[in-house]
């Protein structure tokens, strides 16, 4: 009896073992591996006026932003006015689309909705109105929706760059553009030189060195009320750097006491603090984003090179070890990448490098290409080029794709910042 | 194949087989109780499934209804699971055991169903050949699917008694699996937006008919944009080529992006 109940025992536990077996057998593990693409959407022609115009804005802000392929409307069979089917769409190989119309007034509403085509469902239903005079910034706007449903991050459609320009004359404008370049605002500056505009965080304001009189100082236009400010006159020049990223402060680099050092300016105290010692020359610095590091040059170790340190000045390490002119160093808003001018080849060209010096890419290699500026979602870099034979104001996304000029053809145009938000 | 696989298989079958009736009766013993009616079912059933006329004739008559189960169930045993089948038999076997002398019984019913199931692998293994070939050729030709399920589906647990070798199984697997792999790549597309995402592991049943079903993200990227992506391909590819043993399977999909 008792060997027959041991019998019984051990065939169950053969049996639960072959059953586990069975069961473990059956799972089939299957790697996929695939690099990103671009996603394919089709944004039709909203129906109605301006229409046409407001959707290949939208199609060229998701084209430039090098997350999306838009499609080209010829392709299209669906009329835009009839509800969306998701068979007259399936053959574009749209993963989205876009439609929507737009209801004429003194004021426009533009309806717009976006569908995803694998569920076959709406995933944004939104209204918009807007004077005609507006219809760029408007169709930023959807553009930044779409941008944000589908990738689940702020685009970047409604941010601003600034850049100097050198007018025929002598004299000298600040402008600022939307991001494509398109609707440039120019302002006269009265300046024998007006170098090294930067952006205040909330980008409300705008600093600039400028030669005034024989007289380097720094000055502060508020964008809101149109007013110049003079904050900072010393001796010798003083160059605006970047502000930092917390409390009203901003980084400069002046020669007040001989060879150039950076300074800190804090603008509510008014008060300035110098915060590199060494003997050689520091210039250009930028806040990392949580501003517990300044990168900067120094040409202490001969040449031109990028280094950080912390806000108070300690723990300098050097950054650049390639090549001998390295200047323009420009924080990404993630802090993961410092962007630089480098010589390399004869010309300087625009490269990035990890603050620790690691993951050095060269991402220019026509003309002359300085004074790199991240965009705020870190995928973008303006930067001044000579290509063209005169400075101009360029764009790029971080990995060197898409290189095309936003300032105006024949504009004289250096210094291109893109605005922190 | 090679020719011994077919002595092996046989070996094996039949080995296999024995064991099933020592532990049919062992269990079937254990519970003498519930027997008694179950004989007034017997002449419903048997007129019915002529294959197990045919076998059942040699052997006592009066367990109709436990052999047609019984025969079915050892040359062409129910399916990949083998828990199955210990559940089952020990139901099946109970009343032959319990009313006479089971040991004769058996004998003879093996004799039989042993020759029977000769044939039975004789006939399988031509197939299995035939398919083999083919399957070399082209596994995805449709024909060879049905021919790989049908020889899947007489002989027993992943293959064993039809001779397939563990190697064989696996074979035919990693080229369902890489075709699985095609389809629900070409139909994966995400974009690059600058944030690093790491993989993601989705677990998917391919039923028997190839549909797919979502079970779950076992294995979660952290974005929900990168998760969002590996759905849609699976949602996108919607159907495969059914799976080659003729039953449903389970899949793990690890999403893995490349820089």
New interface residues.
Partial sequence: MMSKRIRHITIAVVIATMAFMATAESTLYIDIVKSPRKLPIAVADLAGLYGQEISRIIREDLAASGVFEPLNPRGFVENPSVVFDPANWSGTGAEAVVKGHVDPGAELGVTVRLFDMVDARPLMEKQYRAGRAVIRPLAHSISNDIYRHITGQDGIFRSKVLYIGKEAGGGFTLNIADWDGERVQSYKLKANVLMSARWSPDAGKVIYSAERARKWGIYMLDLNTMRESEELVLGGTSIAGDFMPVGEAFLLSSTKEGTSDIYSYDLRARTIRRITKAFGIEVSPSPSPDGKLIAFVSDRSGSPQIYTMDAMGYNNTRVTFEGNYNTSPSWSPAGDLIAFSGRAEGGNQIFVVRPDGSGLVKLTSKGNNEEPSFSPDGRHIVFTSERDGHKAAYMMRVDGQGQKRISPPGQVAYCPRWSPK | MTQPSLQKAAAISFAAHIVFFL?AT??GK?SLMRHESRTYIIDLVTPATTQAEKIEAPAAAEQPRAEPQQPKQQPVPPQ????VK?KEAPKAQKQPDAKDAKMAMKSTKELDTASKRKDDYIKALQEKQRAEQRSKEAVSDLSTQDKLKEIQARAS??GKDTGYTSAQIEGI?NA??SK??TQ??RN????????Q?VECSVSITVKANGSLVIRKIEQPSG???FDQSTL??I??TATVEPPPFGEE???????????
């Fill in positions: 532990i062992m269990l254990a990949k699971k083998e828990p210990p647990t992943r697997q369902y699996a699985i792999q629900i790549e994966w597309i995400y974009p690059d937006t600058g944030v995402y974005n929900r944009t849609k391909a949602k996108k399977l389970d899949v793990v999909l690890k999403f893995i992006p490349r820089k």
